[in-house]
């Protein structure tokens, strides 16, 4: 038996043969050409057809893995069109008289040395999507296919790494897991793994070779462990854990229907996440009972331009009729930072997480803003829709924001254009925000605490930086005492607070927070029936009850 170890994407765990995907090694001749006008010719026949051919991806993607996974193939077309690659490509041709596959290899390897070399991980990701267009390229003009894997069973792929068009193009009833040599997090494996709920891996330390080959595998997604050739203790082991899993999942599936509320009455606010429209569906399979966090920049980092008032107010008012009545919590636009959306033309910043962003841009780009007002309280008509702003730190942006929602308000009534209330509420993503909370809960309707950013704030990590990851702790008391402390001051004030970041699904959490008296959770779809679990078997004043004695022992001993 060998054991294996890599960082997980998806936990689960996967059993059954393995099936090593591997790539055909192109071989690129430098062949001197005599005509160069021709060659440019030759490379913009096979952009074309490369970008039919993306076009046709992002048409099946869409079917099988959504709006936002299929995104990706979108991202390629413009890629093959990029003036610095098609530059690049053309000079070498033409300056050095050589083959379109040659140009080609060369500026592969440049621009993905290029963006390997930085430090962002979103762009340090980019250097697969090069290698991937650029390979498609060469294919075409090689008059070959792309590799396609081939399995007839059900199998654990093992690769190198994976590109974008390899894995949609995947037979997705043939695939148990993922694992790659190497690859990111950030990776869009990682996300289809996660999007198919299939136990991943990326990073593992392993010697990939065709030997490999229908060998029995599992694949560990909660530990990071790859076990080739388990033994039968492992096998038995692993086995049983499958089992247990499949039927924790079975046994979820009866809390739908059921009421968020702890054995001894307290009750909990149980919502989802979701980027965009096509995540409904899992919001209402997973029964969550309304959407604590609607993502509205993903309508603009999905544009190719600014969106109109219209296109927005549709999104809006399908989201609000679809939840038929349960609350839906949009964010205003929360870009900058890693969320970066080209028509902005945003300059960039030596400190994107401290700079211009979020509320920032819409205090600044007023009619941006109002665009997004005006579309979310037509659609309010429509359902029961609540609005919160994010990254706030003082009174002044609050009293500012309901100014402008004033003068948006006062526009449709002499338009005579029909809008609903709607709840305003802020989210509580700054320690400033934290210690001022008494204050700006007088102005608001709640609070929704977002984890993420106040953990990068509080600690002064970059979640962004694998470099911090050993850094970083999500359970630091200094995050816990501010949110206990935020949920405290909302109740002063006569409001409600929830927690809308990762910590949120987070169950060594779950009973903690209910404790702070958190009024709501909201979580990724596939969290919510985990939760509903803890809560409907936790008795609130028992948990006190065995913390208290915890830290009176704690005490004595001191």
């Known amino acids: 038996m060998q054991v294996c170890c890599g960082k997980s994407v998806f936990g689960g765990i996967a059993i059954g043969k393995i099936c090593v995907f591997s790539k055909k090694e192109k071989q690129i001749k430098r062949i001197k050409i005599e005509n160069p006008e021709k060659e440019i010719e030759r490379y913009a026949d096979a952009t074309q057809k490369a970008s039919e051919q993306l076009a046709g991806l992002y048409e099946k993607a869409l079917k099988e893995v959504g709006e936002a996974n299929a995104a990706i193939f979108e991202i390629h077309q413009m890629m093959l069109e990029d003036e610095d690659y098609t530059d690049s490509v053309k000079n070498i041709i033409t300056s050095q008289k050589v083959n379109a596959e040659y140009a080609i290899g060369v500026t592969a390897d440049n621009f993905a040395n290029m963006f390997s070399a930085m430090e962002d991980d979103y762009m340090r990701a980019r250097a697969a999507d090069v290698k991937d267009i650029s390979e498609r390229l060469l294919s075409i003009l090689e008059g070959n296919g792309m590799d396609m894997l081939e399995a007839d069973e059900p199998v654990i792929i093992l690769a190198d790494d994976l590109a974008p068009s390899e894995t949609v193009q995947m037979d997705k009833d043939n695939i148990l897991s993922f694992v790659t040599v190497h690859g990111s997090v950030n990776s869009h494996t990682a996300i289809l793994a996660r999007t198919m709920s299939i136990p991943a891996l990326v990073s593992t330390r392993l010697e990939l070779s065709e030997e490999l080959n229908g060998r029995n595998a599992i694949v560990d997604g909660f530990e990071g462990i790859l076990y080739l050739d388990p033994d039968e203790a492992i096998m038995q082991k692993m086995q049983q854990r499958k089992s247990e899993e499949d039927e924790k999942k079975k046994l979820l599936l009866d809390l739908k229907g059921k009421e968020d509320v702890t ?126 702003y994010p990254m706030i730190t003082s009174v002044g942006e609050v009293r500012q924001i309901k100014q402008i929602m004033e003068e948006v308000k006062k526009e449709l009534d002499e338009q005579q254009i029909a809008y609903g209330e709607v709840m305003q509420g802020i989210m509580v993503e700054t320690p400033a925000a934290v210690m001022v909370s008494d204050e700006l809960a007088r102005e608001v309707d709640f609070f929704s605490i977002g984890t993420n950013d106040l953990t990068q704030y509080t600690l002064a990590i970059d979640r962004q930086n694998p470099k911090l990851d050993a850094f970083y702790d999500a359970h630091h008391p200094a995050v816990l005492k501010m949110i206990r402390m935020v949920v405290e001051n909302a109740h002063k004030a006569g409001i409600w607070a929830g927690i809308c970041g990762e910590l949120g699904a987070d169950t060594e959490l779950t009973q903690e927070f209910l404790d702070m008296g958190v009024d709501e959770l909201s979580v990724s779809p596939g969290r919510v029936l985990p939760i509903r679990k803890i809560v409907r078997e936790t008795d609130l004043a028992k948990y006190r009850e065995k913390k208290n004695n915890i830290l009176q022992r704690g005490v004595t001993s001191c």
């Open 263 to 388: 054995l001894d009455g307290h009750k909990l606010m149980l919502y989802a996440n979701i980027g965009n429209a096509k995540d409904l569906a899992l919001v209402l399979k997973n029964d969550a009972n309304g959407i604590g966090l609607f993502r509205s920049e993903f309508i603009y980092l999905e544009s190719k331009d600014y969106p109109t008032e219209n296109e927005q107010f549709q999104i809006y008012k399908s989201v609000a009729e679809t939840m038929a009545g349960k609350r839906v919590i949009i964010r205003t636009l929360d870009i900058g930072a890693d969320k970066k959306v080209d028509y902005f033309s945003l300059e960039p910043e030596e400190n994107p997480a401290l700079g211009y962003r979020a509320i920032r841009i819409c205090l600044t780009q007023t009619d941006i803003f109002k665009t997004q007002l005006r579309a979310i309280l037509r659609a309010s008509v429509y359902g029961n829709i609540a609005i919160m």
